[in-house]
């Protein structure tokens, strides 16, 4: 749930030279011109290649099943590297600053020669206990971790991922005891209600869901959009809600 700025995660070094193989999942093939997201997926201290997959099969059966995503997944390039010891050593570097790892930038710039593209880094550590990502936007390079140690089970997993996406798509934190863990902003936490109603105010009245609520990014004075979505406790909710699901089909630009 936690947030950082892209410069804390990137470090240099003497490049040397690894050649990553970066796989679409399930054969997947998506046109240049059709491409509307790029997410690239990593291993982290997976025993087996199959484990890896396995979970990372759940969190994309979840992503076609989650609005707006279900509408665009045929427009989503997956695709995903899995390390070996060794280069996952060269790779991530462990820090006591938060995030909780560091990525070799050749590593990055590797996989953006490879989509010709910016995309969102997932790094799956199947034995870290944190998840966090960068408050970011659909256009920019953004990192993603999620520690599979901190979830209880799979629809869990699942939906923590769903919420670390989100933030790297640019929404923002809904709950209210977490802390200040991000600025407000919009589209989904204003400080004030006037605030609110420039911004969510025409789906009041008109969406069930939709109202003024007190409380979002750890300060309860500020408004959310609604009670329950994946960006406050995505354990209890099942959607992010009208609000937000009307951002990300604007920058996601869907049509409908």
Same mark, same amino acid.
């Given at each position: 749930? %936690?947030? +950082?700025?892209?410069?804390?995660? +990137?470090?240099? +070094? /003497?490049?040397?030279?690894?050649?990553?193989?970066?796989?679409?999942?399930?054969?997947?093939?998506?046109?240049?011109?059709?491409?509307?997201?790029?997410?690239?997926?990593?291993?982290?201290?997976?025993? %087996?290649?199959?484990?890896?997959?396995?979970?990372?099969?759940?969190?994309?059966?979840?992503?076609?099943?989650?609005?707006?995503?279900?509408?665009?997944?045929?427009?989503?390039?997956?695709?995903?590297?899995?390390?070996?010891?060794?280069?996952?050593?060269?790779?991530?570097?462990?820090?006591?600053?938060?995030?909780?790892?560091?990525?070799?930038?050749?590593?990055?710039?590797?996989?953006?020669?490879?989509?010709?593209?910016?995309?969102?880094? /997932?790094?799956?550590?199947?034995?870290?206990?944190?998840?966090?990502?960068?408050?970011?936007?659909?256009?920019?390079?953004?990192?993603?971790?999620?520690?599979?140690?901190?979830?209880?089970?799979?629809?869990?997993?699942?939906?923590?991922?769903?919420?670390?996406?989100?933030?790297?798509?640019?929404?923002?934190?809904?709950?209210?005891?977490?802390?200040?863990?991000?600025?407000?902003?919009?589209?989904?936490?204003?400080?004030?209600?006037?605030?609110?109603?420039?911004?969510?105010?025409?789906?009041?009245?008109?969406?069930? %869901?939709?109202?003024?609520?007190?409380?979002?990014?750890?300060?309860?004075?500020?408004?959310?959009?609604?009670?329950?979505?994946?960006?406050?406790?995505?354990?209890?909710?099942?959607?992010?809600?009208? /609000?937000?699901?009307?951002?990300?089909?604007?920058?996601?630009?869907?049509?409908?």
């Amino acid at each position: 749930m %936690r947030l +950082f700025g892209l410069v804390l995660y +990137f470090w240099c +070094f /003497v490049s040397l030279g690894f050649a990553y193989n970066i796989e679409p999942y399930s054969g997947q093939f998506v046109s240049e011109a059709q491409v509307i997201l790029n997410l690239v997926f990593s291993s982290f201290n997976y025993q %087996r290649k199959e484990i890896f997959l396995k979970d990372l099969n759940e969190l994309m059966q979840r992503l076609r099943q989650s609005k707006p995503f279900d509408e665009i997944i045929d427009k989503i390039r997956i695709n995903y590297i899995t390390l070996s010891r060794e280069e996952e050593n060269m790779v991530f570097k462990y820090t006591q600053d938060f995030p909780p790892l560091r990525v070799r930038q050749d590593f990055l710039d590797y996989i953006s020669t490879h989509l010709k593209s910016n995309y969102k880094l /997932v790094i799956l550590d199947a034995t870290g206990s944190v998840s966090c990502s960068e408050l970011s936007s659909k256009d920019k390079l953004s990192l993603i971790i999620i520690g599979k140690a901190r979830y209880s089970n799979s629809q869990s997993f699942a939906k923590g991922f769903l919420h670390e996406l989100g933030h790297s798509l640019g929404l923002r934190d809904e709950c209210l005891d977490c802390g200040e863990v991000c600025p407000p902003g919009p589209p989904n936490c204003a400080t004030t209600k006037e605030e609110a109603e420039r911004w969510w105010g025409d789906l009041v009245g008109r969406l069930a %869901r939709v109202n003024y609520i007190r409380g979002c990014c750890g300060n309860k004075s500020y408004i959310r959009p609604t009670i329950a979505s994946i960006m406050n406790d995505a354990d209890k909710s099942e959607d992010f809600g009208p /609000v937000n699901e009307r951002y990300l089909r604007e920058i996601l630009e869907i049509k409908r």
